[in-house]
């Protein structure tokens, strides 16, 4: 279990992430996690997605990753410098928000259907592979915000999520607006 005060802690400590996030209770998510593992020397550019409105503490790209994604054997996560960025004030349930209702889900969605990364890997259709990201996204967003008020989250990390939710939304509209009519398919994630 960890605070608060842990976690400012951990803002001003470098030397004391690792141990804060040893100490975090990862829920259901532990069974599937390896380690959470701190990586200050992570370049926060080389994560950022393709697409982001605002930056926003939590929602920022490359603030935590799951590595390994989809694999049968237990995942690693990756924490980066910035998820201890003090100048949002975010508060803990923001960090345990991303760590463990956002990176965890997708380890979760890896782990409980092995076979959504390999048919993602049969497809080889650029437009496709954009879509089914967008659709992960969406979904995760989605069952993230459900958590939000149990987390105590703070109202700018929740307008983050939402504004991330919009672009997405829209964003997956346009792919199909754009799209040659051959080229449709239907999405397998909500089969
Ligand atoms: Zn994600």
Redesign the pocket.
Known sequence: MVTQEDYEFAQQNPSFRQRFLDRIDLEDVGQYTKQVKYNPLAEEGEMI?TMRVRRSFGVRGGLIMPLNLGVIFKSTIEVYPSAFDRSFRPKLGDFLSVLID??G??IRRGLTDPFLYIKASMILDEDEMIKLGME??IQ??QSQLTNVRKRNCSKRFIRGIEDRLNTYSGAIQFVDCVRPPHKLYKPYLSS
């Open positions: 997605p956002h990176e889900e997708h992960e996204e995760i967003y």
